[in-house]
């Protein structure tokens, strides 16, 4: 499954943002996969914290293959000594079980989430253990599929918005204007600032100032 949207999303984001337009129309539709199961979802993001995304991606295939299905109960079933030795960190399996825990107990509400404002869901997610800020909007995106993520905190995000507006730095309050801008569809726009930060439109650079080691760098000096 990947991330629905389609002509509408486009067409407004277009006609509010003539540069982010020119990127839309030279990138054209993005493919993102989600996973629509909120548990195996929280998961997975605690799996991939601070790891590369081809080894996130072996351990969980691990994980899926010796679990079969990944819920409370097999999670709770296995414990954090049978899944450590599938790659995942000792305090990241605490992590995980903690997460299965709760919703085998009750004491996360998973299926009311689902009923709760955007602010609402961060801060329910973002309660758990080894779940940040960032980590709640990367779930309420790439699997509740709200239609209006848009994360400070991600700095290709940020990378993506200083290349397509020729910034040099996206402070909180420069943020704020375009979040209102491309409201209600920053989740699309999200993906666009994605793709532009890893390299998908030709031409575009990073305006960020350069640090004085790569100053140095560029002069020859070592």
């Not at 995980?96 to 709760?102: G, L, N, S, V, Y």
């Not at 943020?175 to 999200?190: D, G, H, Q």
Request: aromatic content about 10%; overall charge neutral.
């Amino acid at each position: 499954m990947y991330f629905e949207y389609g002509e509408k999303e486009l067409i407004y984001l277009k006609q509010k943002d003539k540069r982010l337009a020119e990127v839309i129309d030279q990138v054209g539709m993005i493919e993102r996969t989600i996973d629509d199961d909120l548990f195996s979802s929280v998961v997975h993001h605690i799996v991939g914290q601070q790891i590369s995304t081809k080894a996130q991606a072996t351990i969980w295939q691990r994980m899926k293959d010796y679990l079969g299905t990944v819920d409370a109960d097999t999670i709770l079933n296995e414990g954090v000594e049978h899944l450590q030795p599938l790659g995942i960190s000792f305090r990241k399996a605490e992590y995980i079980t903690d997460f299965a825990e709760k919703v085998k107990d009750g004491s996360f509400d998973i299926e009311g989430i689902w009923k709760k404002s955007d602010e609402e869901a961060i801060e329910e997610l973002s309660s758990l253990k080894g779940i940040g800020v960032w980590t709640a909007e990367m779930i309420l995106l790439f699997c509740m599929q709200r239609p209006n993520v848009l994360s400070f905190g991600d700095l290709a995000i940020q990378r993506g918005m200083r290349m397509i507006y020729h910034h040099r730095k996206i402070d909180r309050k420069l943020f704020e204007k375009y979040r209102r801008r491309l409201s209600p569809y920053c989740s699309v726009a999200s993906l666009y600032f994605w793709a532009a930060a890893g390299g998908a439109v030709p031409g575009l650079k990073d305006h960020a100032p350069k640090s004085g080691a790569d100053c140095k760098k560029k002069a020859g000096i070592r």
